[in-house]
């Protein structure tokens, strides 16, 4: 049974919080919430965090990643994270509920934005001092706006970030590999699949399955995520599948044959050469691993 902790945005219920939406600097966001930040979660909003000063490391889905003035990181529902940080630590941090956005704006998603596509590269970016100075200001306008009492403040802070989405998203195609294709119709088509593949990895596992639902043939939805993200239709199934297992190896009190069964497999031999295979290392050996370095 997994003992991972999922935080929902209405836990920061206080005062401050407008509707689906929560923005604060991040040395006063600490000292309230430090024993629920600290510890690895999960959470049911969309996060974003602008690093000014101090230290540290920010482990996202088992990557670590430093903490230093300048690291910003934009995270998407879901994903496993917590934080290692120096006293001094500040910046700025919001995060908010998918209702906000496409309630705001009703004829876009904001997972249209390739900031929060998991295969655009890293969650984390390490700003030069001329970059630094224009998130800061975006993020600083946002907090600002947010803690104001103005007529509409609530739609403008919302057109703030929206703004922000949009430049570093323009940031993350003109710095992407040519490879990609950022196209409405390449990123609809992806975010489709991967809708269909967090629904039904867990029983589905052959690309066959997820090309039926969305009414094309293997060999053309394959063609489109390669053009599209560099990878085919099994990888992006492997990887979901790896990911879960991974965090249930580190978060959950089961044992390798419950994590393989609940996973779809019904021969933990199997599911181990597998893991080992995408990973390099056994089940096993990444868990002790991973636990062990969190002691």
Same mark, same amino acid.
């Given at each position: 049974?997994?003992?991972?902790? =999922?935080?929902?945005?209405?836990? %920061? ?8 939406? &929560? ?41 670590? &990643? ?6 910003? %990181? ?26 906000? /956005? ?7 998603? =904001? ?13 984390? !970016? ?7 100075? !224009? ?7 946002? &907090? ?16 703030? =970030? ?38 039904? /990895? ?15 043939? =293997? ?32 978060h959950s009190d089961s044992s390798i044959q419950e994590i393989s069964l609940e996973l779809g ?31």
């Open positions: 049974m997994s003992i991972l902790p =999922v935080l929902n945005i209405k836990q %920061f219920d206080n005062d401050e919080l407008k509707g689906d939406f &929560y923005a604060n600097t991040f040395a006063k966001h600490l000292s309230t919430h430090h024993a629920s930040i600290t510890k690895p979660h999960k959470h049911n909003f969309y996060l974003a965090v602008l690093f000014l000063q101090g230290t540290g490391t920010h482990e996202i889905d088992f990557k670590s &990643y430093p903490i230093q003035p300048g690291s910003l %990181f934009f995270m998407r529902p879901g994903q496993t994270h917590h934080w290692e940080l120096s006293p001094n630590v500040d910046g700025y941090i919001f995060f908010h509920s998918k209702e906000f /956005y496409n309630l705001i704006f009703q004829n876009r998603n =904001v997972d249209d934005y390739p900031l929060f596509d998991p295969h655009h590269g890293s969650p984390h !970016v390490q700003l030069g001092s001329k970059e630094l100075n !224009v998130y800061f200001k975006h993020f600083r306008d946002i &907090y600002e706006e947010y803690k104001s009492d103005q007529w509409m403040t609530y739609r403008r802070f919302a057109l703030l =970030v929206d703004f922000l989405y949009l430049d570093f998203s323009r940031k993350i195609i003109s710095e992407g590999s040519e490879a990609k294709d950022w196209s409405s119709k390449g990123m609809e088509w992806l975010h489709k699949l991967q809708k269909l593949v967090d629904t039904h /990895y867990l029983k589905e596992k052959q690309p066959g399955f997820y090309a039926d639902q969305l009414n094309i043939s =293997v060999k053309h939805l394959n063609k489109m995520m390669v053009k599209s993200i560099g990878k085919s239709t099994r990888d992006l199934i492997h990887e979901r599948i790896i990911l879960e297992a991974k965090r249930m190896l580190t497999y019904d021969d933990a031999s199997y599911f181990s050469r597998f893991f080992k295979k995408k990973t390099g290392v056994k089940p096993t050996e990444f868990s002790q691993k991973y636990t062990g370095a969190l002691i």
